[in-house]
Antibody
């Protein structure tokens, strides 16, 4: 059974850099995708992007492209979400999740986020 | 970009049937996924590929999709089902979530 454990609460200032982590256990890390989802306080879920650890193939939501970097370290079964210069608007809860991907001719790529981490709360404030 | 619309709130009495809708262009093609999120907790997948239920999810949760609308139905709703529910679909390799529906059981 896959488990995803995320790094702890972060409090940062605007302009600072940050990397949060998501460590997987219980299954072969290289056989499934990892996605990142943001949730601002009191708001809904926003998909940020996915990464396939085996070859680091990454897809981003156009809304987050260039704003964050998703990466992995296969040796530690850990996925990362990174900012180089945080803004106050980056504050929120960030979840990693296992993404089970499928393909069919009619729908293209699709799939579910079936295992979620506990979330990492990021607060960016001066 | 692709958009999914959900009603902000749905109310149901205990033991009754709750239906939460999710609307999007040609949604029936895209496969709809449903997540339950209780306050302070991570989302939980309750329905995948329109109507499939993970083994750990109670049988009272059911999903369907036709045309531009997907529906999450909870039969015999219990107080523990009170939560936010989000639909999700893929368009051009990009995931979109609906705005969420707050289910109140009272």
């Amino acid at each position: 059974e896959v488990q995803l454990v995320q790094s702890g609460v972060e409090v940062k200032k605007p302009g600072e850099s940050l990397r949060i982590s998501c460590e997987a256990s219980g299954s072969d890390f290289t056989t499934y995708w990892i996605g990142w989802v943001r949730q601002k306080s009191g708001k809904g879920l926003e998909w940020m992007g996915n990464i396939f650890p085996d070859d680091s193939d990454t897809t981003y939501n156009p809304s987050f492209q260039g704003q964050v970097t998703i990466s992995v370290d296969k040796s530690t079964s850990t996925a990362y979400l990174q900012w180089t210069s945080l803004k106050a608007t980056d504050s929120g809860m960030y979840y990693c999740a296992r993404y089970r991907r499928y393909y069919d001719f009619l729908s293209g790529y699709h799939g579910q986020f079936d295992v979620w981490g506990q979330g990492t709360l990021v607060t960016v404030s001066s | 970009s692709y958009e999914l619309s959900q009603p902000p709130s749905v109310s149901v009495s205990p033991g009754e049937t709750a239906s939460i809708t999710c609307s999007g262009d040609k949604l029936w093609i895209r496969h709809t996924y449903w997540y339950q999120q209780k306050p302070g907790q991570s989302p939980v997948l309750v329905i995948w590929q329109d109507s499939k239920r993970p083994s750990e999810i109670p049988e009272r949760f059911s999903g369907s999709s036709s045309g531009n609308t997907a529906i999450l139905t909870i039969y015999g709703t219990q107080e523990m089902d009170e939560a936010d529910y989000y639909c999700q679909a893929w368009y051009s390799n990009t995931a979109t979530f609906g705005g969420g529906t707050k289910l109140t059981v009272l």
